[in-house]
């Protein structure tokens, strides 16, 4: 029972989130959505915040289980577009919001997977240090991250696909020539 009503409770809030600003959302709100009491809700959840760090946790988790290897950034980042176009608003309405650190914080960790697995993955033929990945992964990492929150910030408008399938097409040249460079530098 437990499971259905702590579904219950996330569409709710998420369909809410769609509807209204975070701040314009109360427990009252999201129980009277989803029909059950409080402390049904306060069973599963401290409160709203909790709430919302829980999914936006759960999302992430998707995205990293759907994609255990990563040879295509284009992939990993259409899964993750796509799921914030579907709820542009919610978003929106979290990014807009005193909560939009349970959204960088989330979206950070999982730009750090994801691109950690595809440095992995494409340059897996080469030998490197673990301070050279390290390196490549929080550079590219912050790219990724950064790209994404301007283009939350500027409202989701623009195609952001476009020019990230651009980019990911020269990515692999880019990261094998530059960890060229550097073999030739520690020889």
């Known amino acids: 029972m437990a499971n259905f009503t702590e579904k219950a409770i996330k569409e709710s ?73 579907k709820n542009k608003n919610a978003v929106l309405h979290i990014f807009n919001s005193i909560s939009r650190d ?28 673990d301070d050279d990945r390290r390196i490549i992964v929080g550079f590219l990492k912050c790219e990724f991250f950064g790209v994404t929150v301007d283009w939350i910030n500027g409202g989701m408008k623009e195609d952001l696909m476009k020019d990230s399938r651009r980019f990911f097409e020269m990515m692999p040249a880019l990261l094998k020539g530059a960890l060229k460079i550097t073999e030739s530098i520690n020889k």
């Not at 990293?64 to 914030?84: C, G, K, Q, R, W």
Request: glycine share 2%; charged share 25%; proline share 3%.
């Open 102 to 129: 349970i959204l960088e914080k989330n979206l950070s960790d999982l730009c750090e997977d994801v691109i950690g697995k595809y440095v992995d993955t494409i340059i897996s033929d080469l030998k490197y240090s």
């Open 13 to 85: 809030f998420i369909k809410l989130l769609n509807e209204r600003p975070l701040d314009k959302i109360t427990v009252k709100d999201i129980v009277e959505d989803c029909g059950i009491n409080r402390n049904s809700f306060y069973y599963h959840y401290q409160d709203v915040p909790t709430l919302l760090g829980t999914i936006v946790r759960e999302q992430s988790e998707v995205v990293i289980t759907e994609y255990p290897t990563v040879d295509s950034l284009e992939s990993a980042m259409e899964a993750i577009i796509s799921f914030a176009i």
